[in-house]
């Protein structure tokens, strides 16, 4: 992903979320900032059709809607945060390709779990791709979980 991404990013989210959950291009470009090497885009004739943003953190650990990435000193988890794909590209496999590749990058590096919020429906989507709900989050992280305004899962998967 690049800076010169997001103006395609925003049009991407905006087309997948609700207005209640869409993040300014001030937070998404933070997001990018962060952890660089975890923000993906993928690509059709037209530009950017979808895009996921992942980060190093510890299982357990929500990021609130519009928090910042903070990545702890001794990471277990990759937490993605963002997955969306444009209504042009809906139907080719995309997200779940985008998701393997950051999946891989997260066991070449040896972390033991991977980590994300549900939203809008899509806990049967992300199941089929290895994760499974979480509740035992501490009063904080609910929280946290509770920022999104919506209803909203934690979800987590072992990854070796």
């Known amino acids: 992903m690049r ?37 993906w885009v993928a690509t059709d004739a037209q530009g950017p059709c979808a895009y996921l943003f992942g980060y190093r953190s510890r299982a357990g ?6 928090g910042a990435f903070s990545e702890p000193d001794d990471p277990d988890c990759l937490y993605l945060h963002d997955l969306a794909v444009a209504r042009r590209a809906a ?13 891989d990058h997260a066991r070449a590096q040896r972390l033991r779990y991977s980590a994300l919020v549900s939203v809008q429906d899509s806990e049967a989507f992300w199941s089929r791709l290895g994760y499974a ?10 929280a946290h979980l509770a920022s999104y305004g919506v209803p909203a899962r934690y979800m987590v998967q072992a990854l070796h």
């Open 3 to 39: 800076t010169s991404d997001i103006p395609a990013i925003l049009a991407i989210q905006a087309e997948a979320y609700s207005d209640m959950l869409l993040e300014s291009a001030e937070v998404i470009a933070l997001r990018l900032q962060a952890s660089p090497e975890l923000a």
């Open 61 to 66: 650990t929500v990021t609130p809607l519009d």
């Open 91 to 103: 139907g080719r496999g995309i997200g779940p390709l985008l998701v393997q590749r950051l999946l």
């Open 133 to 142: 709900p979480a509740s035992d989050l501490d009063e904080r992280q609910q």
